[in-house]
C-alpha cells in the first residue's frame, strides 16, 4: 500500500483520470465527510462540496454509502453525482422483489430487536431503521465493548441470520445476498460503460470493493492500514480535497487537449 499523492501514485491518477469514459467513486462518512459523533451532524465542507462539484461537472462521479438515499441526498444536493445508498441496496434500478425482500427482513429484524431494546438503550446503542438494512450505532456509548456486546447479543436472535459490515462505532445489518458496495460499483461501471474507474472508502465497509479482483479499479483507502485490501492510501481525510483538486486538473487539461 503506498500513498496515491506520491510520484508513483500521480502517475496512476494521471493515466486513470487521461481515459475519457473514467468514473470517480467516493464513500461519504470519513471520506468526503469527517467522521462526527452526531451522525446527523455530518456534511461536506464548503471547499470539498466546491472540488467535488468541479469534478463531477468533468468525469461521470458517485457517492456510494451506507446511508440511506434519503438520508444521503440531502447531503449532497446540487452536486451532480450517481448516489448509491444502503450498502449498495438503493440507487442502482434493484428489482421490486429484492427490495421488497429487504424491507420485509429488516421489518421483521426491527420487530425481533425491539424485544432487547431496553438492553441495547442501556448500553447506549442507537439502532437506526434504513427500511433496507439496519444500523447499531455506538459512537456515543460510555463502553464501546460493551456496547458491542450487547449489539451481537441482539444480532444473534435475529432471523434470517444478516450480513454484518463493521464500521467505525457501527455495525451493519444488511439482508444476505450479493448486493453490496462492490457489486454496485460493478453494476454502476457496467451502465456507464466507463473504461476504468478510482473508488475511495474509509473502513471495513468499503472492503467489498477494495478485494474486487478487478484491475481497472484504482481503491485507496483513508488511512493506511496493513491489512486492507486497498492498492493506495491517503494518510488523512484531511487530504480528500487535495485528491479532488488533482483529479480536476488532470480532468481539464483533458478537456482542453
Not at 15 to 37: H, K, M, S
Not at 92 to 115: F, G, N, P, Y
Request: charge should be positive; glycine fraction near 6%.
Amino acid at each position: 500500500m503506498q500513498d496515491v499523492l506520491s510520484t508513483a501514485g500521480k502517475r496512476v491518477l494521471d493515466r486513470l483520470a487521461g481515459q475519457a469514459e473514467a468514473l470517480f467513486a467516493f464513500d461519504f462518512d470519513g471520506t468526503l465527510a469527517r467522521i462526527v459523533q452526531d451522525r446527523h451532524a455530518a456534511v461536506l465542507t464548503h471547499p470539498i462540496r466546491d472540488a467535488l462539484h468541479a469534478l463531477a461537472v468533468t468525469a461521470p462521479t458517485a457517492v456510494i454509502s451506507g446511508r440511506s438515499l434519503a438520508d444521503l441526498s440531502p447531503r449532497v444536493d446540487g452536486i451532480p453525482a450517481h448516489l448509491i445508498g444502503n450498502h449498495g441496496l438503493e440507487g442502482l434500478h434493484t428489482s421490486e422483489r429484492v427490495m421488497h425482500q429487504a424491507q420485509d427482513c429488516c421489518r421483521a429484524w426491527l420487530k425481533t430487536i425491539s424485544k432487547d431494546e431496553r438492553n441495547l438503550t442501556r448500553a447506549g446503542v442507537v439502532v437506526e431503521d434504513k427500511t433496507y438494512s439496519v444500523t447499531f450505532h455506538y459512537r456515543q456509548a460510555c463502553s464501546p465493548q460493551v456496547a458491542r456486546e450487547a449489539i451481537f447479543h441482539a444480532v444473534s436472535m435475529l432471523a434470517p441470520a444478516p450480513r454484518l459490515v463493521l464500521g467505525k462505532a457501527v455495525v451493519n445489518a444488511i439482508p444476505s445476498g450479493n448486493l453490496h458496495k462492490g457489486s454496485a460499483m460493478l453494476e454502476l461501471m457496467h451502465q456507464l460503460k466507463t473504461s476504468g474507474a478510482l473508488y475511495v472508502g474509509d473502513d471495513d465497509t468499503d472492503e467489498d470493493v477494495f478485494s474486487l479482483p478487478d484491475e481497472r479499479i484504482v481503491t485507496v483507502r483513508i488511512g493506511k492500514k496493513a491489512a486492507s485490501a486497498a492498492q493506495w492510501y491517503l494518510a488523512r481525510q484531511s487530504q480528500i480535497g487535495l485528491l479532488l483538486q488533482y483529479l480536476t486538473r488532470i480532468r481539464g487539461r483533458l478537456a482542453s487537449a
